[in-house]
């Protein structure tokens, strides 16, 4: 199984990037998928998840910027993010998981950087 992110960056704040994460040796739809995330020196945190109906959740200081999405024909899943800002700064993991809530994560990805400047 690969979980593989892309879409990682370094863009100025207010700016937007859209992150991928590509699945393989599983079948996509059968998991619900999130998105972590570890800034430096901090723990990884929670960021976004949507179930296996398409049922999403955003934590709260990413609502109304951050969008979850996924297309399980192609067992991909996105994350847009708008309006960037230096707190977002981090590594971004995809996450799979057999249950929902995310709390315990079956597969991860290795992670994708964004970087925001300010």
């Known amino acids: 199984v690969q979980l593989v992110e892309s879409g990682g960056g370094l863009v100025q704040a207010g700016d937007s990037l859209r992150l991928s994460c590509a699945a393989s040796?599983?079948?996509?739809?059968?998991?619900?998928m999130g998105w972590f995330r570890q800034a430096p020196g901090k723990e990884r945190e929670f960021v976004a998840a949507v179930t296996w109906t398409g049922v999403t959740y955003t934590v709260t200081s990413a609502k109304g910027r951050f969008t979850i999405s996924r297309d399980n024909a192609k067992n991909t899943m996105d994350l847009q993010m708008n309006n960037l800002n230096s707190d977002d700064t981090a590594v971004y993991y995809c996450a799979a998981a057999k249950t929902y809530p995310l709390r315990r994560v079956d597969y991860w990805g290795k992670g994708t950087q964004v970087t925001v400047s300010s």
């Open positions: 040796g599983l079948i996509l739809r059968t998991y619900a």
